[in-house]
Nanobody
Framework: QVQLVESGGGLVQPGGSLRLSCAASGIISGTYSMGWHRRAPGKQRELVATITPGGMTNYADSVKGRFTISRDNAKNTVHLQMNSLKPDDTAVYYC????????????WGQGTQVTVSS
């Protein structure tokens, strides 16, 4: 059974940093994109950042220049380094593994709370 476990969330002051990690277990060998999404209170879930199997990255305009996504294929892990955090970044952050080969499948973590407040 596939399981994604996020860690690294918490409370931070505006301008601070956090590093989220997501480790997958039970996944089969294949080709995966990895990403982070978030859901703020009263809002729909939105894409934050993605990284392809080849390492190409994509970011939401609201986090460009502040967040960095990276992956460790050997450990089936994806990270999100978040700098210069703002109160608007407050949300539950979810990691996602999207399998492209040998067959399509999406896997989600349970979410980790990030709160940016003074």
């Amino acid at each position: 059974q596939v399981q994604l476990v996020e860690s690294g969330g918490g409370l931070v002051q505006p301008g601070g940093s956090l590093r989220l990690s997501c480790a997958a277990s039970g996944i089969i060998s294949g080709t995966y994109s990895m990403g982070w999404h978030r859901r703020a209170p009263g809002k729909q879930r939105e894409l934050v950042a993605t990284i392809t199997p080849g390492g190409m990255t994509n970011y939401a305009d609201s986090v460009k220049g502040r967040f960095t996504i990276s992956r460790d294929n050997a450990k089936n892990t994806v990270h999100l380094q978040m700098n210069s955090l703002k109160p608007d970044d407050t949300a539950v952050y979810y990691c996602k593994f999207e399998r492209h080969w040998p067959s399509g499948a999406d896997y989600w973590g349970q979410g980790t709370q990030v709160t940016v407040s003074s």
